[in-house]
């Protein structure tokens, strides 16, 4: 069992940054594949970035084509976190953003297991 909890949500102007972490707890974090969920309002709940298990790969990244290049996620396994920095944010990027975990790497949000309670992010113009 994994329990997650993403922090680090808030409103910015466009053009801005914002870094949020999901905090995990549980045993065996190195061994879970980390995911970073977006939904807006309205919206289906849609892929943002996501992180290989260490053993799958040493940290291996992939992103939705919609924030390759301003966004970047990061894991520190021995703080059982994993990050979200976002930088040139856009008023399309505003929504609530949720970290999942599962055994495997995946960019379907049917995939993961373990899901945080979300953290809302809202951009400006």
């Known amino acids: 069992q994994v329990r997650l909890v993403e922090s680090g949500g808030g409103l910015v102007q466009a053009g801005g940054s914002l870094r949020l972490s999901c905090a995990a707890s549980?045993?065996?974090?190195?061994?879970?594949?980390m995911g970073w969920f977006r939904q807006a309002p309205g919206k289906e709940r849609e892929f943002v970035a996501a992180?290989?298990?260490?053993?799958?790969?040493?940290?291996?990244?992939y992103y939705a084509d919609s924030v390759k290049g301003r966004f970047t996620i990061s894991r520190d396994n021995a703080k059982n976190s994993v990050y979200l920095q976002m930088n040139s944010l856009k008023p399309e990027d505003t929504a609530v953003y949720y970290c999942?975990?599962?055994?495997?790497?995946?960019?379907?949000?049917?995939?993961?297991?373990?899901w945080g309670q979300g953290t809302q992010v809202t951009v400006s113009s």
């Open positions: 999942a975990a599962d055994q495997f790497l995946a960019t379907s949000r049917d995939q993961y297991d373990y």
């Open positions: 549980g045993r065996a974090f190195s061994s879970y594949a």
């Open positions: 992180i290989s298990a260490i053993s799958w790969g040493s940290g291996s990244t």
